[in-house]
């Protein structure tokens, strides 16, 4: 009898693994053929057999933990399916799949959401979680043995990670600028496995004194002798210091629809007066870091003066330390520096950014009247007039200070909702919803600009004033909206040159007190701190001047994988490739350096700063050598 029973359970707990299996497979053959057809995006028929096996695996280790073959089922659909169908999402939204740091990211999200957006986000997180965390049956010790199973494996993983993600790169293949391509050719599984693995192999030793030297040479040429021979002075005496005001205005989604040909919009959105004096500003451009999102980046380049070269959000991974960005360089000439933003204060971790690089005041949600609200959004008008408020209140302007007033915008933001005071005034072609709504947010958006612009000029007539769009709008999934008009391609492995240049351009004008706007033609984000500070008369050795030496004879753009060079004869991608342009291995080399620099400075040792305002360390070790001066 005890050998019936025996056999009927050691039958059933078959037919139980069985039924795992069986349901992990039609789950992914479902899920496969739903965001293909839905959304797009699938991996492509090569990788379909290894993401298979890849899911397989993981349901035998849950399946291994679970407490029935009930709960397992509905544990592992809910899990899979979040993280299958959000990396769909995104690569549709935005163009790139899920990354490591998308998950350290995730947090920033639930504050850009509110009301059943928020709830939803919430629930997309919470339920799966506590969905595994209810199917394991936790009193088993197979369970145990199974996590200490895996442990183990995640302990091999960042003990190892850079002999993993050669061995996984030479297995699966790597792409560094066409990462759609690696989810596609890997499936989510390993994709998320070799990106977090080669995550954790960058994790390197910040860059030697030696190694900073070399690299800031290279990238000053032969201008690096005059920082390395600034002694004292560069606290500021012997230099010319600023004393007009900066406004800086920065511009969410801010572009120029009317290039999207195919949508047959009604009229042109941009208030008339705005085109006018784009004109006259030559109609430059400024070249940003990323596509639809990731304001920070953007952010990070305009006051920091470096660039951002990876996926990933600077603000959050790679600011560490206090860093004499643009604000706390102004400050240090006397400026007031205060930043304003009407969303969560601690969005794209702002808070300690902001801090890092040296604003004085921050005015974020809680500190504004939110009395004008498109949906999530306060507008543009309210943000304006309530700064200048402000400013006008607390004698800022024509005080005895200058200020640094920087003022980021929300209104703008996808999906471009609209309140009842801005009704829709501007129709697209049928299919082109977003683009229209998009379309009418532009509408109210140019004009409460120029509006502001009158006011401010008005007020500040000596004032140096930027304004420019931190990225193109998000449209719908696949670079639509910009794939009809022949703008992009829909994956961006199948981008051309061009098409490089026209996904970061947004427009740039710069006006120049009473002098009005001035051409500066299209620049790197990166590159606008140097500029200004040439226009604000600003004398002083900064580390905002390093990057843009490496841009005199041609501005690059770096893109996660690759980069642009904007050269005055004709523009080239450079992709790491054997067809690459022979120059590419130069702008390679100078961009390198620029990194080893911007490593050293935002989560390094900080020697570029030894080397930049303080006194020459060679000169120190020499005349304490001859015994003339005592160490610092």
Same mark, same amino acid.
């Given at each position: ?13 078959v ?12 789950w ?25 096996v890849a ?17 397992f089922?509905?544990?592992?659909m ?17 163009g ?5 740091d998308?998950f ?23 339920v ?16 145990w ?8 494996a ?20 790597? /792409?560094? +600028?066409?990462?759609? !391509?690696?989810?596609? @050719? &890997?499936?989510l599984?390993?994709h %998320?496995?070799? =990106?977090?693995? #080669?995550a ?13 030297d ?7 040429g ?6 390395v ?8 005496a012997g ?13 969410? /989604?801010? +572009?120029?629809?009317? !290039?999207?040909t195919? @949508? &047959?919009?009604s009229?042109?959105? %941009?208030?008339? =007066?705005?085109? #006018? ?17 990731y304001t920070?980046?953007?952010e ?14 600077f ?21 007031h ?14 808070v ?24 999530a ?13 402000r400013?006008?209140?607390?004698g ?22 609209l ?5 829709a005034?501007i129709?697209a ?10 379309a ?9 600009l120029?509006?502001?612009?009158r006011e ?8 140096l ?12 999934p696949?670079?639509?909206g910009?794939?009809e ?7 961006r492995g ?19 007190g009473?002098?009005g ?8 984000a ?71 620099l ?19 360390r ?15």
């Open positions: 009898m005890n050998s019936v029973l025996a056999f009927v359970r050691a039958h059933s707990r037919l139980s693994w069985c039924a795992a299996l069986l349901f992990v497979l039609v992914h053959w479902l899920a496969i053929r739903a965001g293909g057809r839905f959304l797009q995006v699938s991996p492509w028929a090569s990788a379909y057999t290894r993401d298979l899911h397989l695996l993981l349901g035998v280790v849950l399946f291994a933990m679970a407490r029935s073959l009930t709960r089922m509905i544990a592992t809910a899990v899979f399916s979040v993280l299958t169908f959000g990396n769909a999402m995104k690569l549709s939204t935005l790139a799949p899920v990354m490591p998308d350290a990211a995730a947090r920033n999200m639930f504050l850009l959401l509110d009301g059943w957006s928020l709830v939803a986000a919430v629930l997309l997180v919470s799966p979680t506590l969905l595994l965390v209810w199917s394991i049956d936790w009193k088993r010790r197979w369970t043995v199974n996590l200490a199973l895996v442990g183990a995640v302990g091999l993983v960042v003990s190892f990670p850079a002999d993993l993600v050669r061995a996984m790169d030479r297995h699966f293949g790597h /792409s560094v +600028w066409n990462q759609p !391509a690696n989810y596609q @050719s &890997r499936g599984p390993i %998320l496995l070799q =990106e977090t693995t #080669r954790l192999a960058r994790r390197v030793p910040p860059p030697t004194a030696p190694e900073v070399q690299a800031l040479r290279l990238v000053a032969e201008r690096a002798s005059e920082f021979k600034v002694t004292e002075n560069t606290a500021g230099f010319a210091r600023p004393r007009r005001n900066l406004h800086m205005i920065v511009l969410e /989604s801010f +572009w120029d629809p009317m !290039a999207l195919a @949508s &047959r919009l009229a042109d959105p %941009l208030d008339p =007066e705005f085109r #006018r004096l784009w004109a006259q500003a030559g109609h430059s451009h400024l070249l940003a870091p990323v596509f639809g999102g920070a980046n953007t990070f380049e305009i006051l920091c003066g470096f660039p951002v070269t990876a996926d990933n959000v603000f959050e991974t790679g600011l560490k330390r206090d860093v004499p960005c643009l604000p706390r360089h102004l400050g240090e000439a006397g400026y520096s205060l930043a304003s933003h009407p969303n969560a204060a601690s969005f794209w971790n702002r300690n950014a902001y801090r890092r690089i040296g604003f004085e005041t921050y005015w974020a949600d809680q500190d504004f009247v939110l009395d004008d609200m498109n949906r959004f306060l507008s543009d008008e309210s943000m304006y007039r309530q700064v200048m408020e400013l006008r209140g607390a800022t302007l024509g005080g005895s200070r200058p200020v640094f007033n920087y003022l980021l915008t929300y209104f703008g933001h996808l999906p471009y909702p309140n009842e005071r801005r009704p005034v129709t072609a049928e299919g082109h919803e977003v683009v229209a709504a998009y009418n947010t532009l509408y109210y958006k140019s004009r409460e120029m509006a502001f612009l401010l000029r008005a007020a500040d007539p000596d004032g004033i930027v304004l420019f769009g931190d990225h193109l709008p998000a449209l719908t696949n670079f639509g910009y794939t008009s022949g703008l992009l391609a829909g994956r199948e981008f051309t040159d061009p098409m490089f240049r026209t996904l970061v351009e947004t427009p740039l004008i710069l006006i120049d009473e002098h706007p001035v051409a500066v033609g299209d620049i790197p990166y590159q606008l701190p140097a500029l200004l500070l040439d226009r604000l008369g600003d004398q002083r050795p900064s580390i905002l001047k390093l990057a843009a030496q490496a841009g005199e004879s041609s501005r690059i753009r770096p893109l996660p994988g690759v980069h642009l060079v904007v050269a005055a004869d004709e523009d080239r991608v450079c992709r790491g490739a054997e067809t690459d342009a022979a120059a590419c291995s130069e702008s390679t080399r100078r961009l390198q350096a620029v990194e080893t911007r490593t050293d400075l935002f989560s390094g040792s900080q020697h570029t700063l030894l080397e930049l305002h303080l006194p020459n060679r000169f120190r070790a020499a005349a304490v050598q001859s015994g003339s001066q005592t160490p610092l």
